[in-house]
């Protein structure tokens, strides 16, 4: 079992930053995946940024140049720079680990921290 907390989400005006910090505990394999997903109310959650154990980015297409997802294994805890902030960014943000138990990955959540930006 993994448990996840996030945090740093907040109020910004479109251009500015903010720095979203993830930990996490429990039951943790080495080999993970660890990202940032956001939702609006009753949508689909969607993909901002995964990084492997291995160091491995991947990028939504909207963030790629703006967003920039890092991990510290010491810690288990993942990090979303987010730069250049629009009004579209508004969203509940979403921890993530995708965690190998030696014969599938299964994912966990944390609780969501909103960013709203405005205009």
């Known amino acids: 079992q993994v448990h996840l907390v996030e945090s740093g989400g907040g109020l910004v005006q479109a251009g500015g930053s903010l720095r979203l910090s993830c930990e996490a505990s429990?039951?943790?394999?080495?080999?993970?995946?660890m990202g940032w997903y956001r939702q609006a109310p009753g949508n689909q959650r969607e993909l901002v940024a995964t990084?492997?154990?291995?160091?491995?980015?991947n990028y939504a297409e909207s963030v790629k140049g703006r967003f920039t997802i890092s991990r510290d294994n010491a810690k288990n805890m993942v990090y979303l720079q987010m730069n250049s902030l629009k009004p579209d960014d508004t969203f509940v943000y979403y921890c993530?680990?995708?965690?190998?138990?030696?014969?599938?990955?299964?994912?966990?959540w944390g609780q969501g921290t909103q960013v709203t930006v405005s205009s």
């Open positions: 993530n680990v995708r965690n190998w138990n030696g014969y599938r990955y299964l994912d966990y």
């Open positions: 990084i492997s154990n291995g160091g491995n980015k």
């Open positions: 429990g039951s943790i394999s080495s080999i993970n995946i």
